[in-house]
C-alpha cells in the first residue's frame, strides 16, 4: 500500500513563498510518477505541477515561473516551491503518485490528504 503524506501549507501574505512536502512510502519510489494538485469548494480539482520518474516536469499556465516541483529519491519525497503566492492560490493542495508504465497518465492511483494553502491579500 502507497501512503502519501503532505505537509508545509500554511497561511502567507500575497507575494509570500511556501514549500510544500510529501512522504511517500513506498519502496519502489523512483519508478513514480509524481504530481501536486489544488481544489478549492466547488471547483474541479486542478493539476498544479508533474515530475516524471526522470526528472521532467510540467506546470499549469497558471503557476509557471512561479513554482517549482522537485524530488528527492533518497528520502522518497516529493516538494513543492511556491514563490511569489496569489490570493488565487488558495486551495487544498494535494500530492499524488501513479506507477511509471514507461510514460505518465493523467489519472493518479495514490493520494494524500492534503494541505491547505492560504493565501490573503
Known amino acids: 500500500q502507497v501512503q502519501l503524506v503532505e505537509s508545509g501549507g500554511g497561511s502567507v501574505q500575497a507575494g509570500g513563498s511556501l514549500r510544500l512536502s510529501c512522504v511517500v512510502s513506498t519502496y519502489s519510489y523512483s519508478s513514480y510518477c509524481l504530481a501536486w494538485f489544488r481544489q478549492t469548494p466547488g471547483k474541479e480539482r486542478e493539476g498544479v505541477a508533474r515530475?516524471?520518474?526522470?526528472?521532467?516536469?510540467s506546470y499549469a499556465d497558471s503557476v509557471k515561473g512561479r513554482f517549482t516541483v522537485s524530488r528527492d529519491n533518497a528520502k522518497n519525497t516529493l516538494y513543492l516551491q511556491m514563490n511569489s503566492l496569489k490570493p488565487e492560490d488558495t486551495a487544498m493542495y494535494y500530492c499524488a503518485a501513479d506507477p511509471w508504465r514507461g510514460y505518465c497518465r493523467s489519472g493518479y492511483m495514490y493520494w494524500g490528504q492534503g494541505t491547505q494553502v492560504t493565501v490573503s491579500s
Open positions: 515530475i516524471g520518474k526522470d526528472g521532467d516536469t
